[in-house]
């Protein structure tokens, strides 16, 4: 594509962000990007995730729900119908930035009002950026209950991927309970405490196998082989490759808890994507994936074509009390059915974090990838700890546990709402003498719903600094995401953060994503620039956590918007408001 | 109190009623009714209702809710707080007519939107007429989750009760299942068909035993004898006696399902009360009492006092897989521990109609009490059959099964907005040739919003018809619940009523109720005067059937009403023209 074209292209793009994608046609003149649009209905189906029946909550039929695929710079509209009998429903285009439509995040009480029951809104936004995302529920624990599905955006027409493949397949990783949601939240919200445990099973493309092995003879605890015709929901997706061909397999991780780890039997992976961003290409054998990450990997079919191979799932970061998740990687023309010989691949020990970090530390943003802001304007010391409140377990940042307010920020703020939530924003940084070592000394904390505003367009560096939970000697993983931006990634490391520490940033080859990890007893750094108008959720991605308290949320530039729909603020105060005012 | 303070004091009642209360100030002026506050937390917790643990809808950490008590004329202030994480609730205050406060009915997409998670809303109402009544939600299935209690009004003060009693009891009783109400809305709206099954217990003030018995050595099949501290959450109440006194019992069904039969061993009850309204008293030994209705009975501890005795209530009108709930009436100062050596009261066989119509057909109106209009304006016949559509089971009113809209009726009408629900009235009767002992010869049918306009003031005569359900030779009970109106309930009969039927109707002392039973093959029929401005429900009160679209809708005098409160309407197209309209 000529410089002048991709020049002109931008220009147009600053039009239709301008008026609110009311141009779009202008841009599809110019080049093929389209209007994609979806018409969904959420609602609770009876299903058998993993061959032991529950119920989700599906879409249009469909667990997990369709699956959209766009191309860079399409617009993507989805009427979304919620038909639940008495439950509000969002939902979130997890890792698309949204940008001038902060109102289509799909975050209840941050960015939008849940739809409630019987109405429709229409979440509309352009998918700027080829990658592998997904969507799910951000609301109470809705993604728990199965509310997800992928989203792959292809590079614009005319453009190429930095690397060659000859097919692809896409992995949706989640996790999945007995228990039902309303539930678990409930479990979670009680005095005394009460923990959901580890998940009963895995699933891949939203299929899991909990009474049953695929791989009997290797399964320990004993378990009968699994039988399938192929047409129960639980039969697992097995994936067809010609061999000596190269492959793209695209993976996202929505689990509610577990940290995975991926293997492909005797297959090398080439990570070469990691949250919609390219990073340089580097082999592993296996690797881990957090809640709420994205990766692609290729792998060439160079094995025996005669024999499949185990794809093979597994916990990682917890003391893991849930089978590997299994399904076969199946050489044309050797049946599908045909199991693969070998014992399916071991995953790492679930506390070998040096395998972890080793993998993570691999990390590094493609040659030639945007890089990041050489200083910052503000620095964000977030502490993660675990605490009470009268008596109930939380989780909170800088000593303060996320309560969301009725009224969502985005409106709130447009609006200047007094009163819809806490005036003063939460602390920058926790106090120097704090033990990240030690439970906390004091471990009561408060709810809070007080946010950070940031200036718009100026540079902001979060430490994520980790700590020992509750009880002694335990300090976990926690997945953080960050929404409407993504973000640099400029290092890690070990116990407390000191200015030290910043000689050690990486600011050549930082990574881009939009979820990073913490590794326990340590911290993250990254950067990001304010530059996207809205009001955004940055949270630990276990959903039980979030549930807990454990998040923040920051807002830039919100004065600039100019038409935030009004169908997104129907409650609260926002509601109150365009209910009374005389115009 | 002087009658001077009490006047003063009246005044300033007058004004605050004087806003929305216009006709009451009289009764304000001549006796001392009060403001009776409540503020109220609607939330999920771990509950035993039947020794095993579940999950119910609570209020302010109890369940059933908190008792409302006050006196007739009294005003009622509910400041309802939705603490659920995800769902809207209402409540119904069942039995209180609502005269001028129509949005305080607390029925869903008829009378107000939702209350959404973290939003209060203030229910504000005047109890007008002594009598036993209750509350409970009107939104999914929430009833059957567990949002209910008891609403009791006494008379006003100076005034007397027409009957002498000594002290008094309550009882509220219900259905408990250990699927989840969420649970049981999808398997009843799934394609094949999922019933929900009999309940696993009967809860007597939302207490009942699934794992054992009180009365163990009588139990069939065999059960553990219960132990309870007398702490637990399902450990039955007792209630104490002082021998030859006489107690007033209260009795309330707010059953999901079950149509129940109550006996107290060895006495007999006197029925004085009937839905709030006094009814001429005559004896019993069992009685029966449908989902919807409440009564008083009178009884006296004329029994030997040395001995206690079993309060049973036992399953009626389908055949019961439900043990008899129990609880022990005990004579001060017997030891309340000590078991009744007798059999609990075998409740009457299941199918025994002979029974319940003969105990249903001794209630009459007592002795001065209103009269109905001797003629009606309008018959309104309502053909009740069990449909299909697309496969899906239904219930339907002259074959429209009752499928409710986004924006509540009374918002819908009130601003005459085009397009919230079907223009069409519902027919006012069905063919003639319909044949109500056969299952319908074809059993489709479709969903519909239409409701009925009815003229204000006008006398509205309701033939209830019962007809055969979609299998051969069953018909089932159904109590049928008015919003908004007492009736008066002319009379019963069987198979297919005709004109010739009015002869046998009675118009000399038809009890006033709020609820009624069809029973199977049978007709019964009903006056009303459509005198209260507002929609009203009128439905089957078992809740999967109302689930299932088993009600209809009546509308009156809504452009009468001057001051309907934004916050009842702030959802659908409603809450839409608040947003929009310029002022």
């Known amino acids: 594509m000529a410089l002048a074209s991709l020049a002109a292209r931008s220009c147009v793009l600053v039009i239709v962000f301008g008026l609110c994608f009311l141009s779009i046609s202008i841009e599809a003149k110019r080049s093929s990007t389209k209007v994609v649009n979806f018409k969904w209905e959420v609602e609770y189906m009876h299903w058998s ?11 249009n039929g469909q667990f997990p729900g369709p699956t959209i695929r766009a191309r860079a710079g399409d617009t993507v509209v989805v009427e979304l119908t919620n038909k639940l009998p008495t439950e509000g429903v969002v939902i979130h285009w997890h890792g698309i930035r949204q940008m001038g439509t902060p109102w289509a995040d799909g975050t209840a009480a941050i960015s939008q009002c849940a739809i409630n029951p019987g109405e429709t809104f229409i979440y509309k936004f352009i998918v700027d950026k080829a990658g592998t ?3 799910h529920g951000h609301y109470g624990m809705q993604r728990s209950a199965g509310l997800y599905g992928s989203l792959i955006v292809d590079v614009a027409e005319y453009k190429k991927e930095p690397f060659h493949y000859d097919g692809e397949f896409n992995l949706l990783l989640s ?3 007995h228990k039902n949601a309303h539930e678990q939240e409930l479990d979670l919200s009680s005095k005394p405490f009460r923990w959901i445990g580890e998940p009963q099973s895995l699933l891949l493309n939203g299929r899991g196998q909990y009474n049953c092995s695929l791989a009997a003879q290797f399964s320990n ?9 192929g047409t129960e929901q639980c039969a697992p997706q097995t994936m067809t490759v010609q061999p000596n061909k190269i492959y793209r397999l695209r993976i996202a991780s929505t689990t509610a808890l577990a940290s995975l780890n991926l293997a492909i039997g005797g297959h090398k992976m080439v990570v070469v994507e990691a949250d919609g961003n390219y990073v340089e290409p580097f082999s592993v054998y296996d690797m881990d994936i957090y809640s709420g990450e994205s990766y692609s990997i290729l792998f060439k079919a160079d094995q025996n074509p005669s024999q499949n191979y185990w794809i093979s799932v597994g916990v990682r970061g917890r003391k893991p009390n849930t089978p590997q998740a299994l399904t076969i990687l199946n050489y044309s023309p050797t049946l599908s059915t045909k199991l693969p010989t070998s014992r399916p691949p071991t995953t790492p020990l679930w506390n070998d974090y040096y395998h972890s970090k080793s993998f993570t530390n691999r990390i590094k943003a493609l040659r030639g990838s945007p890089k990041p802001p050489t200083t910052y304007n503000r620095r964000i010391m977030l502490l993660n700890t675990q605490n009470r409140i009268d008596g109930f377990t939380k989780w909170a940042i800088n000593n303060i546990s996320l309560s969301l307010p009725v009224t969502p920020y985005l409106g709130s703020i447009k609006y200047n709402l007094k009163n819809a939530f806490a005036n003063s924003q939460p602390p920058d940084s926790f106090s120097p003498s704090y033990d990240v070592m030690r439970p906390p000394v004091n471990p009561n904390t408060t709810h809070g719903d007080g946010i950070y505003m940031l200036k718009f367009n100026s540079t902001i560096d979060v ?3 980790n700590a020992n939970a509750l009880a002694d000697n335990v300090s976990e993983i ?14 890690y490391g070990e116990e407390k953060f000191t200015d030290k520490d910043v000689v050690k940033f990486n600011l050549k080859n930082p990574p881009l994503r939009n979820s990073v990890v913490i590794f326990p007893y340590g911290w993250t750094a990254l950067r990001f620039v304010a530059d996207n108008p809205g009001a955004w959720a940055f949270h630990c991605h276990i959903e039980p956590h979030l549930h807990m308290g454990m998040g923040v949320v920051f807002a830039e530039g919100i004065y600039r918007l100019k038409n935030i729909p009004k169908e997104a603020l129907t409650c609260g105060l926002t509601g109150k408001m365009f209910m009374d005012r005389k115009h």
């Open 49 to 59: 995730p993993d061959c032991n029946e529950g119920v989700v909550m599906g879409i």
């Open 133 to 135: 995302y997904f969507y």
């Open 175 to 177: 996790d999945w309970w």
């Open 221 to 229: 605890p004993p378990l009968s082989q699994c039988k399938f015709t």
């Open 463 to 465: 430490i994520l600094q």
């Open 478 to 491: 926690h997945p953080w995401h960050l929404h409407g931006h993504d973000f640099w990634v400029l290092g």
